[in-house]
């Protein structure tokens, strides 16, 4: 089965940090596999913005390491990459010195069929220093798009400060905050699966779902990254990439496919959320730091060996940042009373893998009294990455004579087994949706500032307790206490196949 590809308008896209390691490893790949599927051709443009003094000729010297360092080699055609390296021009600018400005007139065309996009693949504090630049220089348009990278303030107030700053310049329908996770094919077809199918929304409820999981894990360390020590994993990947993945569950369905009515719905989940302060901190939330252990057979340090010599403290690192963190989440309506979600993320951890498993309640009454093996509640695992694909888990009867024996089997639809083509990566798609001008799998700013409304309180009590992060091995699923927090409760953590 071939996907159909939709051609777009014609584009200039502006990236400022047009030498950082965002764009290398994932705007110019992302770009360059639209290109060559054919969905935009040399009528676009791709405008590079960075403070380096580049040529031309350099920074496509840059764009083609890029895309042979980063681009699969069954893709790799030379007479399409010059093709997409003839689109790629640079201009050199720094946005925080008038006397430095760089001009975009030559690059930027007047024609208003033209769509003209923004992506500020830089640093929140540039946001808006660039804005300003963009409005002063005459390069604003009333059309115009711009994009917006995480981390997106470190808390409400500062989230708040940055979105002030570019709405001085940008409208909120101008603006696209991004979350790659939304442009994951599998976590797109969470919303086909619930919405486009009768099979599931009459059951997507309390009356039939026991509990919520949703795992983020991955086996990679943070590395000597400044910016992970100051977020830590409820900043890094909680407060946007988990919680929208919980909103897409736990959502009712929008009355149309429409950007405001799929964002309303998450925002009422978001409101919905039981707020976690004070001694509910403590209660509901674990968070960890990984120590020296092994992942896939290789020896590992731990993360405080990894930190620079600034971080340490007579000659010994100190950090309480966190690399783990797994919450029992609640969502205060009539659909999901009573139901917990239990999320977790971290480092380190035994296999990268991302998943949601919704499971049911047991069946309320079972008539195989004599049967060997006992009925099983049924699960539905949406496995985000690797490996894509969705796993209904029912309960057969296992093949053969002597009685019933009863087997738990899953229905399994694997991607890579049911689409034989390449499964485009996150930023593909949302790169051009922003082109087609499409904000259905972007934040909206009171989305955002729901959630961290929810983590900051979380993030306090942690700044107030006195004790450390719990301590785990590299290797492991977390601190012992992640464990305890689903099995105090009578239920165990998935882990079949992660």
Partial sequence: MSSRIIPVQPF?????????DLTKRKLIPALFHRFVDGQFDEQSRIIGVSRSKLTDAEFRKTVRDSIEAFVDNAYLDKKAIERFVSICTYVANDVTDEANWGDLDGSLRKDTSIVRAFYLAIAPDLFGPTCEYIKKKGYYRRDARVVIEKPLGHDLASSIAINDEVSRIFKEDQVYRIDHYLGKETVQNLLALRFANILFEPIWNSAHIEHVQITVAESVGAGTRGYYDESGA?????QNHIIQLLTLVAMEPPASDGADALRDEKLKVLRSLKPIAGPDVGRCTVRGQYRAGSVDGAAVAGYLDELPKEKQVDGKAVSRTETFVAIKAEIENWRWAGVPFYIRTGKRLPSRASEIVIQFRNIPHSMFDHAEGAPKANRLVIRIQPDEGVKLFLMIKDPGPGGMRLREVPLNLSFAEAFAERTPEAYERLLLDVVRGSQTLFMRRDELEAAWM???????????????????MAGTWGPTAAIALIERDGRTWHEDGI
Avoid: C
């Fill in 234 to 238: 409820l900043r890094d990947m909680v």
């Fill in 12 to 20: 200039d896209y502006v990236v400022f940090g047009a030498t950082g």
């Fill in 454 to 472: 929810w983590v900051d309180p979380i993030r306090e009590g942690w700044d107030a307790a006195t004790d450390n992060p719990q301590s785990y």
